[in-house]
């Protein structure tokens, strides 16, 4: 029997290793060293078999040549995405947005001369995030489109093809109070079908955060989440993407970072807020310079919650 691990004897060379490692992080930023190789030669073997192309070779001059073929970088970056994200994730964060962020924006909304809120879940998966955020948003009383607009990209088809059907096994649902699922939710043969309604609330594009031709046509946000997304890429690319979420945020904007994201020896434009549920990054008001870096360095140094779950 042949062993899972075994790539039908397809081997990376060091020079296709690089060739490819070099191609994904300019095209998305996905960063792989040698640590995740194997992993690399893994995903590209399953993409090689599946065309039969016989080669590694012949697959890099594939994607290269899409005269070739269909556009094969699409499928490759399905391949090596990590998608893994679940409603409610990091909740006490999403607490920290509606109860106290969007608390705020409401209150000052004559000054965004009476505008919906902007947020925008970059890097979305199928997602959960951006409908947490939706059923949150509504539960605290605020009208999807009216008071708040949901904006969610990610750069894999898969995923957003996903996001957008809005059908979700057990597995998403591991922090969900089972409340909110029966009210936003239909059950279909052990599978979760979320209401039309709620799939109105979230707009889905597809966006890679690279593409800053693309990412221009984005309209100025109030919040950014960009959670369990950077940690993917490379130094270089997480400084770029950062540069462009501080253009992308009007000035007094929050942006939020997973749990074991920071913008330390990334940015020191952005000022650290603490919140009363959690610590959150925020663009500067004009004439308000980010405080001291070495306050930020220290500040973001501090041990964050992580907890999860539904309310202490
Ligand atoms: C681990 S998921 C995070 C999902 C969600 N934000 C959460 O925290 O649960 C990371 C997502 O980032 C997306 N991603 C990776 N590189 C990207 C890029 N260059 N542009 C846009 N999205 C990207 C992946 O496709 C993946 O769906």
Known sequence: MK???TNDGLTLTDTEFRMFADLIRKHSGLDFDE????LLERRLARRV???????FAAYHYRIRNSSSGPDELPNLIDELTTNETYFFREYGQLRALIDEIFEELQFDREKRGGRPINVWSAGCSSGEEPYSVAMLAREAGLKPGVDVHV???DISRRMLSKARKGVYREASFRETDPH???KYFIEKDRLWQISDDLKRDVDFIH???LNNSKMALLRTMD???CRNVIIYFDIDTKCQVIETFYEKLRPGGHLLLGHSESLINLSTSFELRHLRRDMVYRRPLPGMDAANP????????LPRSDHDGIDE
């Open 294 to 301: 070495w306050n930020i360095a220290a500040a973001a140094a």
């Open 151 to 153: 904006y969610a990209s």
């Open 180 to 182: 909110l699922r029966e």
């Open 49 to 55: 078999r599946e065309l039969e192309l016989g080669s």
């Open 35 to 38: 640590a995740s190789r194997f």
């Open 223 to 225: 919040v950014i989440l």
């Open 207 to 209: 966006l890679n955060l």
């Open 3 to 5: 062993s899972p691990l």
